[in-house]
């Protein structure tokens, strides 16, 4: 068992394993992250950030260790529970918002509440409360193409929140943008973070950033150590 929102123990992850291909990118990761704590990982291009971040989330699969989330160990568990879990206990914001581009903002975040079998009308009330707080209210019906990139990320965010997650992964959400923007973003997503009383994994090349969550780690070598 485990109280945290996250905990990450031993997890290993080698891509291409047994071929001369093979990249070793995980070699035994142990993370916790608290409910309602923010912390960033900070590491160079490469280091793994991204898979890390995706295993936490269960998009992915480590080859060895394990992931609990909310205290429930996820390690090996079937398809249609990782999948039930993931859509209620974690929001994936990623660098490149991918939101769907023939749907409106409401739209981008309906879907996933309509996929964890939220009531229609529930689903656009709480898509217009999320839009209000990221101030794009007036945005609701535009569809991503017709919003800017940091608009484009705040819509991300409210999605990734659709689903009120006890916690959030955040891989690089502010590195596709211009600075001024970047910090206006990056002060929305905090806003929401703390308003939630979320527990949120930001990984971020911006030490600025990093220096305004509540702990700093670093990937190295394939394991998580301290700032
Ligand atoms: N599907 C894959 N197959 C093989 N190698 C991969 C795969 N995905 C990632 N890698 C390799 O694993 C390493 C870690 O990649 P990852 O994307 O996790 O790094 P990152 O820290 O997120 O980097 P960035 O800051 O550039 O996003 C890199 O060397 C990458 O080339
Ligand atoms: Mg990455």
Known sequence: MSEAALDLRGIAKTYNPGTPGAVSVLDGVDLSVSQGEVVALVAPSGAGKSTLLHIAGLLDTADRGQVFLGGQEMTGKADATRTRARRRE??????????????????????PQLANAVPAATARARAGELLETVGLTARADHRPAQLSGGEQQRVAFCRALANAPRLLLADEP????????SDTVFAALMALVRETGMAAVVATHNLDLAARMDRVVRLEAGQVVPQ
């Open 90 to 111: 974690v929001g994936f914001v990623y660098q490149f918002h991918h939101l769907l581009p023939e749907f409106t903002a409401a739209e981008n975040i309906v879907l």
């Open 174 to 181: 502010t590195g596709n943008l211009d600075p001024g923007t």
